[in-house]
């Protein structure tokens, strides 16, 4: 399940099961999104993108969905595996300019 | 090649000292940037040069200078340092007005005693 504490919310997932990772983001004026995802030691990673001309998006094995009503992203993560444990970013920001990252989200994936 | 490299991959100073970080790329993005990250936390932008120009500053202390030398490396200059700005420095490349995806670099883990 999800939990929020005094660090970074975890989800924690069963291998083979799908993940959904969400994030909030404020600016309505942010036409532009992107997913990280960061492993310990390791610099943010690009997973995927979308425009906010778009609901959504689908990558190997991900898609992000936009719902720009409510200012609200998620990223799928479907049969995730134990290497797709990691922390996960949001980042919103005007397309070609600078980002804003969201907290993070850890995903821990159990074999 | 979609490489990012950063050196050093990490970095001891003391408060007195002089050093500077280097990010390269053979990619042709002409955007470049600066991250600091603590631990725990999100990346947070310092600074950005489209087409070897400074274009963002977010209000970084002056000791901390970057240059953009040429359309593939950007440094980040470093002068008395304090304890907090121990953190992860990270680069970061894309090109704007693109669909080109953005690539962060490994980053440099820097320690000021």
């Known amino acids: 399940g999800e939990s929020v504490g005094l660090h970074l919310p975890t989800l924690s997932v069963q291998e083979g099961d799908n993940s959904i990772i969400n994030c909030a983001y404020s600016n309505s004026a942010s036409d532009y999104f992107i997913w990280y995802k960061q492993e310990s030691g390791k610099g943010p990673q690009f997973i995927i993108d979308?425009?906010?001309?778009?609901d959504k998006r689908q990558g190997q094995r991900v898609t992000v969905l936009l719902n720009k009503t409510v200012k609200h992203l998620s990223l799928q993560i479907a049969a995730t595996q134990p290497g797709d444990s990691a922390v996960y970013f949001c980042?919103?920001?005007?397309?070609?300019?600078?980002?804003?990252f969201g907290a993070g989200t850890i995903l821990r994936v159990k074999s | 090649d979609t490489e990012v490299t950063q050196t050093p991959k990490h970095l001891v100073m003391g408060m007195t000292n002089k050093k500077s970080l280097k990010c390269e790329q053979h990619?042709?993005?002409?955007?470049m940037y600066w991250y600091k990250q603590k631990a725990k936390k999100p990346p947070e932008l310092m600074f950005v040069y489209s087409y070897e120009k400074l274009s963002i500053n977010e209000s970084v202390p002056s000791r901390f200078s970057p240059e953009c030398p040429n359309s593939s490396l950007l440094n980040l200059h470093l002068h008395a340092l304090q304890p907090e700005d121990s953190a992860l420095y990270l680069c970061d490349i894309t090109t704007p007005g693109t669909e080109e995806t953005q690539y962060f670099g490994p980053g440099t883990r820097l320690l000021v005693l």
């Open positions: 979308i425009r906010s001309n778009m």
């Open positions: 980042a919103e920001g005007p397309y070609g300019n600078k980002l804003v």
């Open positions: 990619m042709g993005h002409r955007a």
